[in-house]
């Protein structure tokens, strides 16, 4: 979906949405696919590069803001899809920090459980759809998923610590009631995602030693490329740091940090102790970011 | 430099144009700033005039006018 498609939807133009998000198009996923069918062909994928089997793993966890209906979520049914009848799988509706939430548990619970796959699947067309459609918000999102598998001794890069964060006094400025459009008070989610995403890299790079130059790439939630610029302004790093693929998939709200590190991943190797930082803000207002290096 | 002023010199900053509102008119509501720049404007805000804005402060609509700026620093100021 162009800006141009979804521009004549809602009564702009190509170029104004580009300039407010950074964004030229979106995928939109079938009518007929679900944030089910979008997870399972991420979990998958997964699974097949790390060259294990679903029966491998002790639990799952899936991240997702819009799925359709209040219970239960889409984590039983990816389970299910995946061939496994007792595997306890856990839903984190959280919306856009719900990959980063679910990594950081998974980090913490695998040791227990043994691997763990994080899911990020979202299919936001139909949300956007909804009437009356805001151009500010109708022209961000788009769909998709993302997965990363969370093993208790082996990976690319090894989880070094994690700084989450929750505040509810912004609960209402971010919201998806049932059946209704995204409700956003746009200028208070960038006012507060502008401090609070530096702020917390920086306090989770300090507590470890670290320095944000030092960082080889930072793999935040694809909100909105303005926004990610400011984070790399306020870190003082250059904003090419910054892994971003919004403009070809816009805002996957969950899926977007996981469908970035996914993409980055592909065409980049971290050297041993090299460092990599994970952050993402979102409804709640719920934040944080992850460090983790090279593995040996 | 008095603090209105001051205020205005930021507005023109972080918008890079030679905008001259009103003290009561709106600069983010009317779109004559986008919201992107109410995050430059409060960091400027802070390094100008010295104070430390936290997060708690930050409605945007404290922020919507030259007015409204000048009563919060008014109010936040030692």
């Not at chain 1, 590069?49 to 819009?66: E, F, N, P, Q, T």
């Not at chain 1, 920086?202 to 926004?227: C, I, P, S, T, W």
């Not at chain 1, 610029?229 to 090419?240: C, F, N, S």
Request: with cysteine.
């Amino acid at each position: 979906m162009s800006n141009e498609e979804i521009g004549a939807r809602v009564g702009c133009d190509a170029e104004w949405i580009r300039n407010v998000s950074g964004i030229d198009e979106r995928r939109f996923a079938r009518e007929d696919e679900s944030v089910v069918d979008l997870a399972l062909r991420a979990a998958e994928d997964c699974l097949q590069r790390a060259k294990m089997k679903a029966s491998d793993l002790g639990m799952i966890v899936v991240s997702s803001g819009s799925w359709d209906r209040q219970f239960p979520g889409p984590a039983a049914s990816v389970a299910s899809k995946l061939g496994l009848a007792a595997t306890p799988s856990l839903d984190v509706p959280m919306a856009s920090a719900g990959t980063l939430f679910g990594i950081s548990l998974a980090s913490r619970l695998c040791e227990g459980l043994g691997p763990i796959l994080v899911i990020g699947a979202e299919k936001m067309s139909k949300i956007v759809n909804r009437e009356p459609m805001e151009r500010g918000v109708a022209i961000l999102f788009g769909d998709g998923a993302g997965a990363c598998l969370v093993h208790p001794t082996e990976g690319f890069a090894k989880v070094v610590d994690c700084g989450l964060y929750t505040d509810g006094a912004y609960s209402d400025d971010l919201k998806l009631p049932f059946e209704s459009p995204i409700e956003m008070n746009g200028r208070s989610v960038i006012l507060q995602a502008s401090r609070k995403i530096p702020r917390a890299i920086a306090q989770l790079l300090e507590q470890q030693g670290r320095k944000a130059a030092d960082v080889a790439v930072f793999l935040m939630h694809q909100a909105n490329q303005n926004l990610i610029a400011r984070v790399a302004q306020a870190l003082e790093v250059a904003e090419d740091k910054f892994y971003s693929n919004i403009r070809n998939f816009g805002n996957t709200s969950s899926a977007s940090m996981l469908i970035a590190a996914a993409e980055w991943s592909h065409t980049h190797k971290l050297a041993p102790g090299e460092a990599l930082c994970f952050a993402a803000f979102g409804a709640g207002f719920h934040w944080g970011a992850l460090l983790a290096e090279g593995s040996d | 430099m008095d603090r209105r002023a001051k205020i205005l010199e930021i507005v023109q900053k972080v918008s890079g144009k030679p905008l001259s509102p009103a003290p009561d008119e709106s600069l983010f509501d009317s779109g004559l700033l986008d919201s992107f720049a109410l995050p430059d404007m409060v960091g400027e805000l802070e390094k100008s005039f010295g104070v430390k804005i936290p997060d708690a402060d930050l409605a945007p609509r404290k922020f919507d006018s030259i007015e409204r700026i000048e009563r919060y620093l008014e109010e936040h100021s030692h």
